[in-house]
């Protein structure tokens, strides 16, 4: 056991979801801040526990090949960019091994083919989207990792060029007007976060005021600042009133200007409110796109789902090479953008439904005794914990002959691919897609087809042929521990 202030030497092996570097000395696992894989440092002990203590760097003893000094000067203490002190190669790669690992370990997979990862060639600058928390000062910056004491900066390398007016433009405004930035203690003040968008292709962006209250005072002296900003389309806030370290509120409204940013993805134009889940990396987003629909393989005859679909950027993408594409959704901010999107579009062989994709699927099913929705490609994109087992047994049972899962963290997709792959599917490949340089984060495709397509006709039927095999499964489970 150790005790705080110890100094330990640790050769670091891996990097945690947070950042810290990971090491194991006399079987405790320490956690070292400021510490990479492939470097053995003297750490001191922060904080000691049973099995495992946290530590920081207090000197490297030997450095990672791949470590470099960030040029950020916030790095380290701010908690966007956990890899910053890696080089980009270094990132790529530690990326790669980690796919690698879900996929052999957590799914089991051997065989399956994990293709080299997709990296930019420019890792910087790539984002579309920043939040700044606002605290007493006024000091816009960012969170510190773990916590929420504000790491104030001008600027974030990682976001666009030019993004550094409009803070200035904020805090011009709150200092002349007095207006009071939210304090977490006390629940008082008003300013909670500034949200900004930038549409890459077409150089639109809107900001968005996250507030404890309803009005934003003097909004048109703010707005006046934003204005002369070449590209701000609009102005926004956010009702944020609750005691809570979610960031947007329930409601939004538009106080000058259009309320979305308008982007292209390929040839299909995106309207994007405030509120709606958008990819932050454009560049990227196209490579990750592009990988799907490739991985589809549509000829334009096929019935695709794409599950999870926000504001329908796969589903759009998609439908221009299917016969019709299903949308499920469960912000209605993002569905009724997704409809906006297909109209203006001229899309018309794409819907969306509002909902639980585990609860709308099976209730679409029940409704279509004719078979009519029965998909031949199932898309789905989920938030990081992965699909619900149930959703998965009700894609299996629809028998798909591909499903497309793209994936945002390798672990939840490796259990996934585990549970498809033990219903009837087979992993084809999967590709990793770097669409956060300088963070832990990594993105995933993979195309699972299907073996044995279809015995039976009826999805019903199927249905209940699942049931069966995850009781016997589980019975087998039980009678062996
Ligand atoms: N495919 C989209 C969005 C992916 S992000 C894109 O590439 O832009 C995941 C989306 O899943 C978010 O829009 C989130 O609101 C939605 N979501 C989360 N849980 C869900 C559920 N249970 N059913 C349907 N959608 C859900």
Same mark, same amino acid.
């Given at each position: 056991m150790f005790v705080k202030n110890q100094i330990v030497? $640790?050769?670091?092996?891996?990097?945690?979801?947070?950042? !810290?570097?990971?090491?194991h000395v006399d079987g405790f696992t320490l956690f070292v801040s400021r510490a990479v894989p492939g470097d053995t440092v003297r750490a001191r002990i922060v904080k000691a526990k049973k099995t495992y203590? +946290?530590?920081?760097?207090?000197?490297?003893?030997?450095?990672?090949?791949?470590?470099?000094?960030? !040029?950020?000067?916030?790095?380290?203490?701010?908690?966007?960019?956990?890899?910053?002190?890696?080089?980009? !190669?270094?990132?790529?790669?530690?990326?790669?091994?980690?796919?690698?690992d879900c996929v052999r370990r957590i799914g089991g997979?051997?065989?399956?083919?994990?293709?080299?990862?997709?990296?930019?060639?420019?890792?910087r600058g790539y984002r579309n989207k920043g939040q700044f928390p606002v605290?007493?000062?006024?000091?816009?910056?960012?969170?510190?990792?773990?916590?929420?004491? +504000?790491?104030?900066?001008?600027?974030?390398?990682?976001?666009?060029?030019?993004? !550094?007016?409009? /803070?200035?433009a904020v805090r011009e405004y709150m200092q002349k007007y007095g207006v009071r930035p939210y304090d977490e203690e006390t629940g008082r003040g008003l300013v909670r976060h500034v949200l900004m968008r930038k549409g890459f292709a077409t150089g639109e962006i809107l900001v968005c005021?996250? +507030?404890?209250?309803?009005?934003?005072?003097?909004?048109? *002296?703010?707005?006046?600042?934003?204005?002369?900003?070449?590209?701000?389309?609009?102005?926004d806030i956010n009702i944020n009133t609750a005691d809570t370290n979610v960031i947007l509120g329930a409601e939004t409204r538009t106080l000058f200007g259009s309320g979305v940013v308008t982007d292209y993805i390929g040839d299909v *134009?995106?309207?994007? &409110?405030?509120? &709606?889940?958008?990819?932050?990396?454009?560049?990227?987003?196209?490579?990750?796109?592009?990988?799907? /629909? &490739?991985?589809?393989?549509?000829?334009?005859?096929?019935?695709?789902?794409?599950l999870y679909c926000g504001i329908g950027t796969i589903s759009l993408f998609l439908a221009r090479h299917a016969k019709r594409v299903y949308g499920v959704e469960i912000v209605p901010d993002a569905v009724a953008d997704a409809r906006k999107n297909a109209r203006d579009n001229n899309i018309d062989n794409a819907a969306f439904y509002e909902g639980a994709a585990e609860e709308v699927v099976p209730k679409m099913l029940a409704d279509d005794a004719a078979g009519e929705l029965r998909p031949d490609v199932v898309v789905v994109d989920p938030p990081r914990k992965g699909c619900e087992k149930s959703l998965l047994e009700?894609? $299996?049972?629809?028998?798909?002959?591909? +499903?497309?899962?793209?994936?945002?963290?390798?672990?939840? /997709?490796?259990?996934?691919?585990?549970? /498809?792959?033990? &219903?009837?599917?087979?992993?084809?490949?999967?590709?990793?897609?770097?669409q956060f340089p300088g963070s832990v984060h990594v993105e995933t495709v993979c195309l699972l087809s299907n073996t044995q397509r279809p015995k039976k006709e009826s999805y019903i039927t199927l249905d209940v042929e699942m049931e069966d095999y995850y009781r016997i499964k589980n019975e087998g489970k039980n009678s062996t521990t």
């Open positions: 030497p $640790v050769t670091i092996e891996d990097i945690s979801d947070t950042g !810290e570097g990971i090491g203590a +946290i530590a920081r760097t207090e000197e490297i003893l030997t450095a990672a090949p791949g470590r470099v000094s960030p !040029e950020c000067p916030v790095a380290g203490s701010c908690g966007g960019c956990q890899l910053a002190y890696m080089s980009y !190669e270094a990132q790529l790669a530690w990326k790669q091994k980690r796919v690698e997979f051997a065989e399956v083919p994990v293709l080299p990862i997709l990296g930019m060639e420019e890792p605290g007493a000062g006024p000091v816009l910056g960012f969170y510190a990792g773990h916590s929420h004491r +504000i790491v104030p900066t001008d600027r974030c390398p990682m976001l666009w060029a030019g993004h !550094e007016a409009i /803070l200035a005021m996250v +507030i404890n209250g309803s009005t934003l005072p003097k909004a048109e *002296r703010l707005w006046e600042l934003l204005r002369a900003i070449p590209g701000v389309v609009s102005l *134009r995106f309207a994007i &409110s405030p509120a &709606s889940f958008y990819q932050v990396n454009p560049t990227q987003m196209k490579v990750l796109y592009d990988t799907a /629909l &490739s991985y589809a393989g549509l000829t334009g005859e096929e019935v695709v789902w794409d009700t894609i $299996v049972s629809m028998s798909p002959k591909r +499903i497309v899962y793209v994936s945002c963290d390798p672990s939840t /997709l490796a259990r996934d691919m585990r549970i /498809l792959c033990d &219903s009837g599917y087979e992993a084809v490949r999967v590709q990793p897609v770097d």
